[in-house]
């Protein structure tokens, strides 16, 4: 049977529903805690809105390694400043 950890926390569903279709497609499982039902006005007040991203225990490794390349590839999406004149 699989034991579950968390992986990392973030506000709101639509980032964790990003995250997850990257682990996803890394084939790594993810599940999704929070301990606000879903509803159509989210709440983002002293997080409310945090959802926790779970993987199964001996996924961790490598979900952890997913995450930090996920992170380094959308910090080099962002564009660079301009260079001075």
């Known amino acids: 049977m699989d034991r579950w950890?968390?992986?990392t926390k973030v506000i709101g569903e639509p980032q964790a529903?990003?995250?997850a279709g990257f682990l996803e497609g890394?084939?790594?499982?993810?599940r999704?805690?929070?301990h606000v039902p879903?509803?159509?006005y989210p709440v983002?007040?002293?997080g409310l809105a945090e959802v926790q991203l779970l993987v199964p225990r001996e996924d961790l490794?490598?979900?952890q390694e997913a995450l930090a390349a996920f992170h380094r590839?959308?910090?080099s999406d962002l564009p660079s400043s301009p260079a001075s004149e």
Do not use: K
């Not at 890394?26 to 993810?30: D, F, L, P, S, Y």
């Open 5 to 7: 950890v968390v992986l």
């Open 44 to 46: 983002t007040v002293d």
């Open 73 to 75: 590839g959308s910090q």
């Open 17 to 19: 529903r990003l995250l």
């Open 32 to 34: 999704f805690r929070t």
């Open 61 to 63: 490794p490598r979900a």
């Open 26 to 30: 890394e084939g790594i499982r993810v």
């Open 38 to 40: 879903p509803s159509l």
